[in-house]
């Protein structure tokens, strides 16, 4: 079964500093892809970045990056100029992308990490 | 605008009642999910349909029903099974296939049992 976990339950930032939330995951799968949801206080799930896993290119989003290691199961993101609007719970999710089967389609999260931003 | 609708935003149950969530999309996904939040657990999947007339358990789906007649809608009913109904409840949608890949989430609904 593919697990998805988040090792920093906390994390804070200063404003404008840059910070990286860290995501590993378990699975025999060479096809998949790995996101990055954000949850703010109004619990609405947000996607921040996508990655799918035979692209060796890591993925960006304007402020929002990826680090993505296949090989160690790593995918970890990095907020730049972090701003006080990025305070949120981050989650890491990892999603099949074979055709067919019973675990298509089915998005797997980790735990969540809180980050605080301090101005 | 496009998007998932879920109601109500807030629910209050007594021990014993059924109740259900609602959930409606206007994005034309084929794909519904339905997921549990509980504080410091992620999110756990409680059922998904691939299509309208079918759907599949996920990993925590004692306790709670599902259907999908129709593509736009997927409502959750939470039995009185169900040992420990209060959570966050979120319904999400997605396109089948490869493109993209990416869920699509309802602004969830809030179970308390009293």
């Known amino acids: 079964a593919q697990t998805v976990t988040q090792s920093q339950p906390e994390m804070s930032v200063q404003e404008a500093e840059t910070v990286t939330l860290s995501c590993t995951y378990d699975t025999s799968e060479s096809d998949y892809y790995l996101f990055w949801y954000k949850q703010p206080p109004s619990r609405q799930m947000i996607l921040v970045i996508r990655?799918?896993?035979?692209?060796?290119q890591n993925a960006t989003e304007n402020r929002f990056s990826v680090n993505f290691q296949k090989a160690a199961k790593s995918f970890s993101l990095k907020i730049s100029d972090s701003q006080l609007g990025d305070a949120a719970m981050y989650f890491c999710a990892y999603r099949i992308s074979n055709a067919g089967g019973t675990s298509y389609g089915k998005l797997t999260f980790g735990q969540g990490t809180i980050l605080t931003v301090h101005p | 605008d496009g998007g998932i609708t879920q109601s109500p935003k807030y629910l209050f149950r007594k021990e014993g009642q059924n109740v259900t969530l609602s959930c409606e999309q206007n994005?034309?996904?084929?794909?519904m999910y339905w997921y549990r939040q509980d504080p410091g657990q992620g999110l756990r999947l409680i059922y998904y349909s691939q299509i309208v007339n079918d759907f599949q358990k996920g990993d925590i789906a004692e306790g709670y029903s599902v259907s999908r007649e129709k593509k736009e809608s997927f409502p959750l009913t939470v039995t009185s099974a169900q040992k420990n109904p209060t959570a966050f409840y979120l319904c999400?949608?997605?396109?089948?296939?490869?493109?993209?890949?990416?869920?699509?989430f309802g602004e969830g609904s809030r179970l308390t049992v009293l």
């Open positions: 990655q799918e896993a035979y692209k060796q």
């Open positions: 999400a949608s997605s396109i089948s296939g490869r493109a993209r890949g990416e869920l699509f």
């Open positions: 994005l034309n996904h084929d794909a």
